[in-house]
T-cell receptor, first 116, second 118 residues
Framework: AQKITQTQPGMFVQEKEAVTLDCTYDTSDPSYGLFWYKQPSSGEMIFLIYQGSYDQQNATEGRYSLNFQKARKSANLVISASQLGDSAMYFCAMRERGGTASKLTFGTGTRLQVTL | EPEVTQTPSHQVTQMGQEVILRCVPISNHLYFYWYRQILGQKVEFLVSFYNNEISEKSEIFDDQFSVERPDGSNFTLKIRSTKLEDSAMYFC????????????????FGPGTRLTVL
């Protein structure tokens, strides 16, 4: 079973509009963390935002916010006021407790294209 | 701002050859990771490393792979006999700590090494 599901392979948004990228996750661990990374065409992985399972409030980082609905096991990324430079692949990832060093499990990604 | 570095940025090799991918994690980090991304696919966990030993490895990380921290700064991934299917982007990451509680456990990724096996 997929632990991280991103159902939107591709999304389009007009510049200056907001866009929501979906992510659902599956875990039985009560303690976990959710991450969003941006991967531009150059290939590097850029950390955007983090949400801990015990965090009471939704995470925000500048134009990025995370719509965390724990009961529904969803952690959607909201990008406000889209810019052309936001065009990239976006990956949702989860880290579960356990082991000495906790690995990240990634979703398949959503390719976002920002248009004029 | 401290960052994870990786060398080379692109490595081309012949099938059956050995390759070593190098990473310099952030200096005060204690946990190190390798991930792989086949072109057009998702990022996959390979191995995690702490206190000079492997903490966890995926089923991808078979006997052809090994990791080492040969000195206080470098972290290497060796593929002994490369196969065509090893062609991918390999990311190194490091974190200060492990766990899930707070953002400080964030994994910082390097820029990746693109490995092409011919």
């Amino acid at each position: 079973a997929q632990k991280i599901t991103q159902t939107q392979p591709g999304m389009f948004v007009q510049e200056k509009e907001a866009v929501t990228l979906d992510c659902t996750y599956d875990t039985s661990d009560p303690s976990y963390g959710l991450f969003w990374y941006k991967q531009p065409s150059s290939g590097e992985m850029i950390f955007l935002i983090y949400q801990g399972s015990y965090d009471q409030q939704n995470a925000t980082e500048g134009r990025y916010s995370l719509n965390f609905q724990k009961a529904r096991k969803s952690a959607n990324l909201v990008i406000s006021a889209s810019q052309l430079g936001d065009s990239a692949m976006y990956f949702c990832a989860m880290r579960e407790r356990g082991g000495t060093a906790s690995k990240l499990t990634f979703g398949t990604g959503t390719r976002l294209q920002v248009t004029l | 701002e401290p960052e994870v570095t990786q060398t080379p940025s692109h490595q081309v090799t012949q099938m059956g050859q050995e390759v070593i991918l190098r990473c310099v994690p952030i200096s005060n980090h204690l946990y190190f990771y390798w991930y792989r991304q086949i072109l057009g696919q998702k990022v996959e966990f390979l191995v995690s490393f702490y206190n000079n030993e492997i903490s966890e490895k995926s089923e991808i990380f078979d006997d052809q792979f090994s990791v080492e921290r040969p000195d206080g700064s470098n972290f290497t991934l060796k593929i002994r006999s490369t196969k065509l299917e090893d062609s991918a982007m390999y990311f190194c990451a490091s974190s200060l700590s492990s766990g899930t509680g707070i953002k400080e456990y964030e994994q910082f990724f390097g820029p990746g090494t693109r490995l092409t096996v011919l």
